[in-house]
């Protein structure tokens, strides 16, 4: 069955936001080590990235290395960044030929400065692309993030450029580093948890959750599409009724 003309193009999320889940496990199926699952890993990105951008979402994010990743192994750490480094440069190019354009959120200078680097070379050459915006979730967790912006609320509070009443929902959007992105309409994770893991936790308070069953490196288009078609039958309320 062709899934793809099964999605409806009028009713697509603008936003998709997907834990990648099960590198470690698809790996260890096969009785290799966990990083021969995140190289595998790579070409899930590769297809579902294509898939998005194809379909015509505008952004995409990627929960690619959380805060408490920083918890694994040295060595297995140490390949996930220089994979995302050689990743990174090496689709550089298909991401301008393509017209996607690079950005990352978290606490990037906690990266390796190499690592660093290649983000910002990259995200620089992209910054012009304007069909759709890879996001890279990297050294991110929601309650980093949201304390970051209390952070800087209070400092401008503090220093007088903000009085505390005018607080609201979009003084603290803005403060979070998602500040101009739309929020996720669509949340999917793969490998059968269910669990938010520390993603996205104010931007999601309305996101439809898709959870599948695969391991992230099966992972392919047509179960981004699979997603996609399934969010289209959701019957998304807000809170209210259906009029
Ligand atoms: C989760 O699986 C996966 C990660 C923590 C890393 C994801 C990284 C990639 C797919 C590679 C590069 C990505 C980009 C964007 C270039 P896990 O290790 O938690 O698996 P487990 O739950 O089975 O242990």
Redesign the pocket.
Known sequence: MDLKAAINTQNLPQHVAII???????A?KQGKL?TF??KH??E??RDTVEAAAELGVKYLT?Y???TE?WNRPKLEIDM?ME??IK??HA?TKTLNNNNIRLQAIGHLASLPKKCQQQLNETITNTANNSRMTLV?ALSYSAKWEITQAVKQLAVQVAKGELVAQDISETTISNALTTANMPDPELLIRT?G?YRISNFLLWQIAYAELYFCQK??PDFRRNDFYEAIIDYQKRERRFGGVKS
């Open positions: 990648m889940d099960g590198n470690g496990r698809w260890k966990r699952g995140h890993g790579v899930a990105v990627l690619a290395f959380s990743n996930l994979l995302l990743t990174i689709e890279l490998s948890e391991l992230w």
